[in-house]
């Protein structure tokens, strides 16, 4: 008869059982990870990145009609903003291939077309939040510019302002406390709302007393002047507002990571990391990074398009593989983060189910929002192929919900990818303020989200 031990189930901090080695390949992957963060704060340079470390480990441009051959590493660069790589595999892709699939844009502010104005002898940009954000967490904030404009003559010019130590910063301003007792009676979406997220950018004149507009002419100077653009090449930019914060370690045992931008690109870093170390696999392995995630996997970048069924249908072709027949014996991975929980704010989570920190990867049976509304929902045998995965590999895992019933929810690229006939489960790191200016995440769930990707690549 089985004792107390083999029948009850026991979640366990993975600090208590893991070896020294471990830890020490936890703190040398997580310094990879924060220098990825810094250089990846857009779905673009996240991709650009991407491409470079890919490169660097024998990646090539994958060109439609090419043989393809077991151990050939292989990328497809979507727009500039999302990104395929692929190292065959030694088995057929009629047998389908393993798949780690995640998001590289972040909540953050753009700049609208016409953004730049002048008011009260400032200059201003006007913004439209992307993403689900809490706006008054970018009030006082120190913000960076990145983003590309391109030119009537087609020319692209890339912009980065606010990142070296001597460039310029820019900030939304906020009310001082000693005249804000009408703010004070309003609720936080009253109080801050999308449309006076405006970030001050200049206050010096150019001109006479008597010119209008002189300061927003003061910025459009030094503008053409750096990078050669008018105000007229706004309205074919795209300029994202994000955090200056560097990514750093937290807390006095630095087990912990502060950064922008960790939704989702912990798990990116990871599912890419991951692929970049394989030999060559059995099956196929396949590494999505996708883009318009936080707005709805929508538009030719988003997980909705037919890119990632194009690409697929190539590789099937040069076999003579059907599709259909590689997507219903695949396997995927969401690779997307889980709120990890908070004990300041108890009351939304339902302990029993939730992710902690420090206790490795999250795994979703589903995901969605009450009554599991837009969740893919894993059968009990994909769940019990991740677990036997991970049992095997020495993956520290723990089964993960987004808080509790009723209470919100969210999703994510798995519906997407299991609606294509694809056995899908989400898996990632668990997150503390998600889609906050700066996040935290534990070194421990990071490094083990590196190791389960990898698992399930190398997997059969």
Known sequence: MPGRDELFF?????????????????????????????????????????????????????????????????????????????????????????????????????????PLYEDGELAFFKTHYYGGIKKYQWVTLPLALHGIAIKCDGTCVDVTIGEDESDPIFLITDLLPHLDKDQAKKTLGEAFTGENLNIIIGSRPTGGEKDTDRVKLTVLQILNEKYGI??????????????????????????????YGQDDRSCAYAELRALLDIETPEKTALCILA??????????????????????????????????HCFEKSFCLSADVC?????????????????????????????????KSGSSDASAEVVGKLRKIFSDNGVAWQMAELGKVD??????IAKYMANRNIDTIDAGVPVLSMHAPYELTAKLDCYMTYKGIKAVYDGK
């Open 10 to 114: 026991t979640k366990k901090n993975a600090y208590d059982t893991i070896s020294e080695e471990e830890k020490a390949l936890i703190t040398t992957y997580c310094e990879g990870y924060k220098s990825f963060l810094d250089c990846a704060k857009t779905e673009r340079e996240a991709v650009n990145k991407a491409v470079t470390m890919a490169e660097e480990a024998g990646f090539i441009p994958y060109v439609r009609g090419a043989m393809l051959s077991a151990g050939m590493k292989i990328y497809k660069n979507v727009h500039g903003k999302a990104l395929m790589l692929a190292v065959i595999g030694k088995a057929p892709l009629s047998g389908g291939v393993n798949i780690a699939g995640a998001h590289v844009d972040s909540p953050r502010l753009d700049l609208k077309q016409i």
């Open 230 to 259: 008018v105000e007229e090449d706004f309205l074919s930019a795209e300029f994202e507002a994000v955090p200056v914060a560097r990514a750093r370690d937290v807390g006095f045992d630095r087990t912990m990571i502060g950064a």
């Open 291 to 324: 883009d318009k995630e936080e707005v709805g996997s929508d538009g030719v970048s988003g997980m909705q398009s037919a890119v990632f069924e194009n690409f697929m249908e190539d590789l099937c072709d040069s076999e003579g593989v059907k599709l259909r």
């Open 339 to 371: 709120n990890a929980f908070d004990p300041n704010f108890p009351d939304v989570s339902e302990k029993r189910n939730s992710a902690k920190f420090n206790y490795g990867m999250g795994i979703l049976k589903f995901t969605g929002a009450r009554g």
């Open 407 to 412: 209470q919100g929810g969210g999703g994510t």
